[in-house]
């Protein structure tokens, strides 16, 4: 089944505690993304990926990093969490130039 | 620079009755447009799109919308709502680098 894999679906973590959310995808896809979620704002570019190797800042990229040395890869790592990045958080990929975006489940990080 | 407006925040309608989604962008060059669809807790499925050829668009789940180039407007419809459409939807348009955009949401209620 084609599909993107985020991990974890939850996660609660303390101020300044290094994580790292993972996304999978299986579709051989070259562009991926990830997007956060938060009420009355939609969703918002964080990262995107044009293909291995390639990365550039979405909207809002502060306290975030991003690698994408495999296709199918494109982890989202915090740093040093701090409670205004608690959000939902998509990753998504598409065909390179065509715009339909398939998404994650979504990963529900909550920083105290 | 580009930007996506959804009118309605909140949508609240009776079963049966009919519905309509604003949608406006802005960006002065050619434009790819969705509607995307979110049930709780659940993540974003595609509910339709438009590339280009015929500007009315038919989506699954008897959705419809209509590009209207003059009016920047992308405006989701459905004829007779029921209650397992009680979702957020949002529009997202791309524009350059497959960069998609999104509107803040709107969330519909459906009661029965």
């Known amino acids: 089944e084609a599909q993107v894999t985020q991990n974890p679906r939850y996660l609660i973590t303390v101020t300044g505690k290094k994580l790292t959310v993972t996304c999978s995808q299986n579709?051989?896809?070259?562009?991926m993304s990830w997007y956060r979620q938060d009420p009355g704002l939609g969703l918002r570019q964080i990262y995107y990926?044009?293909?291995?190797?390639?990365?550039d800042k979405g909207d809002v990229p502060e306290g975030y990093k991003v690698s994408r040395k495999e296709k199918r890869n494109f982890p989202l790592i915090l740093e040093s969490p701090s409670p205004n990045q608690t959000s939902l958080y998509f990753c998504?990929?598409?065909?390179?130039?065509?715009?339909?975006?398939?998404f994650g489940s979504g990963t529900r990080l909550t920083v105290v | 620079a580009q930007s996506v407006s959804q009118h309605n925040h909140h949508v609240i309608l009776s079963e049966a009755a009919s519905l309509e989604l604003g949608c406006n962008y802005s960006?002065?060059?050619?434009?790819?447009l969705f509607w995307y669809v979110q049930y709780p807790g659940q993540h974003l499925q595609l509910l339709l799109k438009?590339?280009?050829?015929?500007?009315l668009v038919k989506g699954i789940k008897g959705f419809e919308a209509e590009f209207i180039k003059s009016k920047f407007s992308f405006n989701l419809r459905k004829p007779s709502v029921q209650w397992s459409d009680t979702a957020e939807y949002f529009c997202?348009?791309?524009?350059?680098?497959?960069?998609?955009?999104f509107g803040a949401g709107t969330r519909l209620a459906v009661h029965p």
């Open positions: 998504a990929s598409s065909p390179q130039g065509v715009g339909g975006y398939t």
């Open positions: 579709m051989n896809h070259e562009y």
């Open positions: 990926s044009m293909n291995v190797e390639v990365t």
């Open positions: 960006y002065g060059g050619t434009v790819n």
């Open positions: 438009y590339f280009s050829g015929d500007p």
């Open positions: 997202a348009v791309t524009g350059g680098y497959n960069k998609l955009i």
